[in-house]
């Protein structure tokens, strides 16, 4: 199983737009203390956490790749409102040997798209029988 950083940690959220805790929902038995600690090099995994991490995110497309890149590719499943739109096919994150980031193109994908009306914004709009607006 691929030995994962705080960095690559860190980096597949932000492709998948996932936060601490969104991570921590996907891996049970891993707090979200646990993860900013992580990402943030105070604390190592234990294998057992590792694992599952790294389980979960390829279940959501991320691809670790070799030199620190992070990539995410399209999965084949249905998407709900959450997810919808954040696994465009190519998208990565490249890091150097020192971790920094040297390319994101997560926010080139997504830019210029807009995020899903909620369903207070749907009914303004219905009631006002106009084009929806923010």
């Given at each position: 199983m691929h030995k994962l950083s705080g960095k690559q940690c860190k980096m597949a959220r932000s492709l998948l737009?996932?936060?601490?805790?969104?991570?921590?929902?996907?891996?049970?038995?891993?707090?979200?203390?646990?993860?900013?600690?992580?990402e943030h090099s105070m604390?190592?995994?234990i294998e057992w956490e590792n694992d599952e991490m790294v389980r979960a995110f390829k279940k959501q497309g991320i691809l670790f790749k070799s030199d620190m890149d992070v990539a995410l590719h399209k999965v084949e499943q249905t998407q709900d409102v959450q997810t919808a739109g954040m696994t465009e096919e190519g998208a990565h994150i490249r890091l150097d040997a020192d971790q920094n980031?040297?390319?994101?193109?997560?926010?080139?994908?997504?830019?210029?798209?807009?995020?899903?009306?909620?369903?207070?914004?749907?009914?303004?709009?219905?009631a006002e029988n106009t084009q929806p607006t923010r």
């Open positions: 737009k996932w936060n601490i805790y969104d991570l921590a929902n996907h891996v049970k038995g891993i707090l979200p203390k646990r993860i900013d600690s992580f604390v190592h995994l980031v040297l390319s994101d193109s997560s926010a080139e994908k997504t830019a210029g798209v807009d995020a899903p009306l909620t369903p207070e914004e749907k009914r303004r709009a219905e």
